[in-house]
């Protein structure tokens, strides 16, 4: 059982940066696939970037090149360095981990989330 909870979410203008962290607990860190979605006000919720537990990494086109996803196995914590946001990055981020037993069948968790409010 992994229990994931977010935090650095808040308001910021067009242009500017967050960093948002995401803080694991109650089990083994290591061996999962961490990633960060978001969920804006209508619309379905997509992925924003993952990283793997040997650290290779994905991104959504939207946001390659302004978003950086990172993890710290021996403190349980995986971050997104957000810079040069954009008024379309308005929406709640939530963290996810995720981990197969099989070639089919996996377990993943969800943090609660935590809401991104960019300003134009």
């Known amino acids: 059982q992994v229990q994931l909870v977010e935090s650095g979410g808040g308001l910021v203008q067009a242009g500017g940066s967050l960093r948002l962290s995401c803080a694991a607990s109650?089990?083994?860190?290591?061996?999962?696939?961490m990633g960060w979605y978001r969920q804006a006000s209508g619309k379905q919720r997509e992925l924003v970037a993952i990283?793997?537990?040997?650290?290779?990494?994905n991104y959504a086109d939207s946001v390659k090149g302004r978003f950086t996803i990172s993890r710290d196995n021996g403190k349980n914590t995986v971050n997104l360095q957000m810079n040069n946001l954009e008024s379309e990055d308005t929406a709640v981020y939530y963290c996810?981990?995720?981990?197969?037993?099989?070639?089919?069948?996996?377990?993943?968790?969800w943090g609660k989330g935590t809401l991104v409010t960019v300003s134009s």
């Open positions: 109650g089990s083994m860190f290591s061996g999962y696939t």
């Open positions: 996810n981990a995720k981990k197969y037993q099989t070639s089919i069948q996996y377990t993943q968790y």
């Open positions: 990283i793997t537990s040997g650290g290779s990494t």
